[in-house]
């Protein structure tokens, strides 16, 4: 992925204004996510910011098939994306969360795939490989416990966790992650603290 011009524009302004709409309650410092929702451009429009959400602990199977939770990824922010082998805009949407999983490794943020309800691995597998994902993890939520507990009522749905991994913004429907737009906002957040 190649960062523009446009794209060190774009994180240039959103970290100033980031650090100026903090405020502080309690000595720990709050997000004001206006400046963040003024960054707001293209596919990102649809992105929703909100008040940090309770941390939800509901397990999901890891790749290696042992239950896990959001613990896992506690002190980063965390961009956790629910899918399905079924599902026509995953596979459009699935090669830019790739492509931001890159561009953002070793940088404090991550990207998580979940397939919920009924995805067999070998048809995960496949879909993987037909639309070359080379970096995401292959996740389970067999059950639907996750994304029920998670309010998700459709797919694809995007969640944005922060280093609590609390919910902080959600984005329903496909987007392309690896925009400038998409770059600068997910920078501006990791930059604030």
């Known amino acids: 992925m190649k960062f523009s011009f446009k794209t060190l524009l774009y994180t240039a302004i959103a970290a100033g204004a ?45 790749e290696d098939g042992q239950p896990m939770n959001f613990d896992a990824f506690k002190a980063q922010f965390t961009v956790v994306n629910f899918w399905a082998t ?38 995960i597998d496949k879909f993987f490989a037909d639309i070359d994902v080379q ?28 280093r609590d991994a609390r919910e902080i913004a959600r984005l329903t429907g496909d987007a392309h992650w690896d925009s400038p737009e998409a770059v600068a906002i997910l920078t501006a957040l990791i930059e604030r603290e």
């Open 86 to 123: 079924w599902c026509a805009p995953c596979r459009k949407e699935m090669p830019t969360l790739d492509a931001l999983d890159k561009a953002f490794e070793g940088k404090g943020l991550d990207v998580v795939t979940i397939a919920t309800g009924r995805n067999p691995q070998p048809a």
């Open 18 to 62: 980031i650090f100026v709409g903090l405020t502080f309650f309690d000595n720990e410092p709050r997000a004001d996510f206006s400046a963040l929702e003024a960054m707001r451009a293209g596919d990102m429009k649809k992105l929703n910011f909100s008040a940090p959400k309770p941390f939800v602990d509901t397990a999901f199977v890891g």
């Open 135 to 162: 970096n995401l993890p292959k996740h389970l939520d067999p059950k639907q416990a996750l994304a029920r507990d998670m309010a998700v009522l459709g797919l694809p749905v995007t969640v944005v966790l922060d």
